[in-house]
């Protein structure tokens, strides 16, 4: 995504809106590769059937904590692991989804009056 510079005019709305849509849908694929890579991991590694998976990886995603009593030592530190996985991933996606915004906000105050759309 290239945003413009300093000495460029401020983006159209339209522009802007593009780049929202874009930064969700990175962050939209990302969750999901998350998610993906939890509920594999509790399937496989802590022996959960995947409705009992998919609950525990989107509770840990969300910060929401543990559901289910962890089997193995295992499948412990798998969920410590994925517990730090899950916050990273939270703060990526927060920036991720806030460029834009940040970005068009910056912009628009280093700006001349007269280049305002």
């Known amino acids: 995504m290239r945003f413009e510079r ?3 005019r401020l983006a159209p709305r339209k522009v802007f809106f593009k780049r929202v849509a874009a930064s969700l849908g990175i962050s939209l694929g990302l969750v999901s590769a998350a998610l ?3 509920v594999a991991g509790y399937h496989w ?3 959960f059937g995947w409705v009992d998976s998919f609950l525990e990886a989107s509770m840990i995603l969300g910060g929401m904590g543990p559901v289910n009593q962890l089997p193995t030592d ?4 798998f ?3 994925y517990a730090l996985f899950s916050g990273l991933v939270l703060i990526v996606l927060m920036g991720i989804m806030l460029t834009p915004v940040a ?5 628009k105050f280093h700006v001349d ?3 305002v759309d």
Do not use: C, N, P, W
């Open 103 to 107: 970005h068009r906000l910056m912009h």
């Open 36 to 38: 993906l890579f939890g």
């Open 6 to 8: 300093m000495y460029e």
């Open 45 to 47: 590694i802590a022996q």
């Open 113 to 115: 009056e007269k280049d």
């Open 74 to 77: 295992a499948a412990k530190v």
């Open 79 to 81: 969920a410590s692991l």
